[in-house]
């Protein structure tokens, strides 16, 4: 019930009931008739709702419909973009189950639907942010799918602009530097693993706290991954 709590879910991936179920964790949704009954709160969905399960669709919808019900009780829920999202704007649909593919009409329609321009689905994930910082205090929280590199947060200097160029880059042809599956702030897991990245975990410790710095002025407690 703290103004600045914030409740944040990870990848969902077509599974609609423990979606909901995670959600009624945090105390946002009702697990009986999957309604958002979390008045004011803040909640942080930090993408890959689409592929491996079988009703990638059902989960989108339902945490669109969950977003309108938050706003109109004074709550948000947050929904960020994934790399499986991005994927799927990408075209590459390896990952989809493949009865959801069928039951859509097959790979090509579900491809024209994913197109980030013209694409029903696309356009609508498309409006989806890259990061967000939210919470207050030391819950201030700079929430991204993967993890945003020093060198990125340096060029960008702050959320805002780092989302529009994903978002520009998704838009005009669906590649670039920050859509790249290795360092790409959906894609970067140095900081999960920052014996691999960065050799000592302090080093990875370092470059967190710069990254922040940059981005976030006020300051943000964490970065997760």
């Keep these: 019930s703290h103004p600045s709590s914030v409740c944040a879910v990870g990848d969902l991936h ?3 009931q423990h979606a909901l179920a995670a959600l009624a964790l945090c105390g946002a949704v009702d697990p009986e008739t999957g309604s958002w009954v979390g008045g004011a709160m803040t909640v942080v969905q930090t993408g890959d709702v689409l592929d491996r399960g079988n009703n990638s669709l059902g989960v989108l919808r339902a945490l669109w419909r969950l977003q309108a019900e938050a706003e109109a009780a004074g709550g948000e829920l947050v929904l960020l973009l994934g790399n499986h999202e991005l994927m799927n704007m990408q075209g590459k649909v390896h990952y989809v189950h493949k009865a959801e593919l069928a039951a859509e009409g097959g790979a090509g ?13 696309g356009a609508a994930l498309l409006r989806h942010d890259a990061a967000a910082v939210r919470g207050g205090g030391a819950c201030r929280t700079l929430f991204v799918h993967a993890g945003v590199r020093l060198s990125v947060a340096e060029r960008f200097g702050s959320v805002e602009r780092l ?3 994903v978002r520009a880059q998704i838009a ?3 590649d670039g530097d920050l859509l790249d599956p290795r360092e790409g702030p959906l894609w970067w897991r140095g900081y999960a693993r920052p014996r691999q990245a960065f050799r000592r975990e302090e080093h990875a410790c370092a470059e ?5 710095g940059a981005l976030e002025p006020r300051g943000c407690s964490t970065l997760p991954t």
């Design 163 to 165: 989302n529009e160029a």
């Design 208 to 212: 967190v706290q710069a990254a922040l």
């Design 14 to 16: 077509g599974d609609l």
């Design 172 to 174: 005009a042809r669906g």
């Design 109 to 121: 329609a579900w491809k024209r639907r994913m197109q980030p321009t013209v694409g029903d689905l």
